[in-house]
Each structure stands twice: as C-alpha cells, then as structure tokens.
C-alpha cells in the first residue's frame, strides 16, 4: 500500500514535535492545519503551526473549527487521504471523519481505553501515577473510543511536574506517530478494538480547580501544584486579596516539619522557597508571583486565603457604614 498523503492538525508544542518528526520519516505531508494566533489566548502550549508550516514550505490552513464546512473544503482541496491529529480538542463530527478516505489518525496521552477525556496529563499527576502511555487510535465522533492503531507506555518518574510528563508525552507522541506513517506506508498497521470493560473517563478541569485549599494535606496540595505547574497556568491562592500563583513545591523534612502554624501561614523562606503550614504539616512552595502592581512578597506570618466569616463581617461593616451615609 503507497504511503498516505496527509494533513497534520494541532496547536501546540507536542504536536510542532510530532510534524518534525513525521518530516524527519519522510511523511508526505499536504497541508498543515492549525489554531490561528489570535484565537489561541486559552491555549496555554500554543506554537503558531503558520510559522512551523512556513519554515517547511508546506500550506497553512487556518482552522477556528475543524468541522466548519469552509474548513473541510479547504481538507479536500489538498487532495490529502488521511488526516492525522497531533494535538487538538475538539471532537470531529461524521461529515469531517468522512472527508479523508483512508481515515482519520487521534491521539490521547494514557493507556486507553483508560482515562478517556480531558486534561490527561494533569490527571496523570494527581493520580501519582507510575506509568502511562501514548495512544494512537482510529477517530469516531466519541471521545477516545476508536479502534487502537498503536500503543507506546512510557515509565513516569517518582513526583512529575507537568512540563516532565508532557516532554514524555511529547517525544513518545512525535516518535509513535512516525512510526505509526511508516507502518501505513507498509501495510502492516494492526486494529485493536477498546474493551469497553475497561473504560475510564477523566473530567474537563479550568483554571479555577488550581486554588489550593491550605486545609488539605500537605502532600495533596504539593501534588496538586505539581500537577498544574508549567505550561499550565499554575496552582493558586490569596494573599492581602491579591492572587498568588505557585509553580513549584517540595516536602518539608526533618527540623522543619517540627514548625507549626495554621494553615495557609507562612512559617520560614530558604533560597526562594516559603515554608507553608497545610493542613497536617508543612510544605515548602516558590515564591508566588503576584500583580505586577502589588510588589514585595510574601513575609513571616502571612497568610494565604479569604477568612470567609471575617471578609464577610467587614464587608456588612462598609456596608452599615455605606447606607449611614446615604441616609444622613
């Protein structure tokens, strides 16, 4: 069977990774399509595909929605047999799938038909997780669902950040996929469908699920900062009202774990690092970045977090004195 004609879709740093891979196999590729760089604000891995296309002297195609009928005009005006999606989230409906007459190739960074769904690598850390895997599969217009084309685990090492396992995800994602072309071209491609029975699904996660909570422990939330981390937007709290954004953690040990506080105060710094009580012990985190218009940081005693009932008092306080000065 000749080797496929292709067009590669994606948007971010693993899927740059897996076209200079392609190249580098000798992939035949038609078109690539990509986010164009002025939707990409929530993208927060967004590599501009016009400049990767550019340097290749390949065609661009500019997708804002994958199954938009200009947009599957344009697929088809390429000629392309396959389409190949490197790193892109939306869910491709019939009349796209239907486009490409030797298929569509998707992507998941797990050990489908495990952890189906959203936000794969951040799960992956907060299930502490050992081991996962890159999954290349048939596309249907389900959520991870098609028959399995290839499938490459990869060993995650003890306390991941997320930049550490989406680099994993990264080269072993660019390296399958290659592989992957080579065994079309070959006609040695195996499908394996999902069993079903062992299906798992993991749930969207925003931004606002990075809020730590200084009552939980202190080995959940250093898991929960991990997992957050670099390239996404970071783990957070508050501080004299202003957000304060983490991207790093360690566990405290030896004389340290014998500091007390209560929980979200800052007990000690060292090189860069504050001393956070949690709530069963004491975590070290980086220094929070904050507004570029509340300068300083972070000092001895401070604590991190809105005191529900004592905002909510001085809040009716300004108010009774509001509705004073109204009625004088």
């Known amino acids: 069977m000749a080797a496929p004609r292709i067009i590669c879709l994606g948007m971010n740093e693993e899927s740059e990774m897996a076209i200079a891979a392609l190249v580098s196999a000798g992939a035949e590729i038609c078109a690539i399509a990509g986010l164009p760089a002025e939707r990409a604000g929530n993208v927060s891995d967004f590599v501009d595909h016009a400049a990767v296309a550019s340097r290749l002297g390949v065609v661009f195609l500019p997708v804002s929605d994958v199954n938009a009928p200009e947009t599957l005009t344009a697929f088809r005006a390429t000629g ?10 939306q869910l491709l409906d019939a009349a796209t799938l239907e486009t490409f007459p030797r298929g569509v190739v998707g992507s998941h960074p ?34 991870d669902d098609g028959a399995i084309l290839k499938q490459t685990a990869f060993e995650i090492p003890d306390r991941p950040t997320a930049r ?51 009552r939980a422990g202190a080995e959940a939330i250093d898991r929960l900062v991990r997992a957050v981390s670099d390239p ?21 040990s030896g004389n340290d774990l014998r500091r007390k506080g209560m929980p979200g105060q800052v007990l000690a710094r060292r090189q860069g690092m504050i001393l956070v009580q949690a709530g069963d012990a004491p975590l070290w985190l980086s220094e929070p970045s904050l507004p570029a218009d509340r300068p300083g940081r972070a000092r001895l005693g401070d604590r991190f977090g ?22 004088e």
């Open 164 to 214: 550490i396992v989406y680099n994993l995800v990264a080269e072993t994602l660019a390296r399958s996929f290659a592989e992957l072309y080579g065994e079309f071209a070959a006609g040695s491609v195996t499908e394996v469908r999902q069993d079903m029975g062992r299906a798992s699904w993991r749930s969207k996660r925003v931004p606002a699920d990075g809020w730590i909570d200084f």
């Open 80 to 89: 392309a047999e396959m389409l190949f999606v490197l790193g892109w989230s």
């Open 110 to 143: 797990s050990e489908l038909p495990y952890g189906r769904g959203r936000a794969p690598i951040p799960w992956t850390v907060l299930e502490d997780r050992r081991r996962s895997a890159v999954t290349l599969f048939r596309m249907t217009s389900g959520v």
């Open 232 to 252: 996404f937007p970071g783990a957070y709290s508050y501080l004299v009202g202003e957000r304060a954004v983490f991207q790093s953690s360690s566990p405290a």
């Open 306 to 327: 809105f005191h529900v009932e004592d905002e909510l008092y001085a809040l009716r306080e300004r108010l009774a004195k509001l509705e004073q000065r109204l009625n």
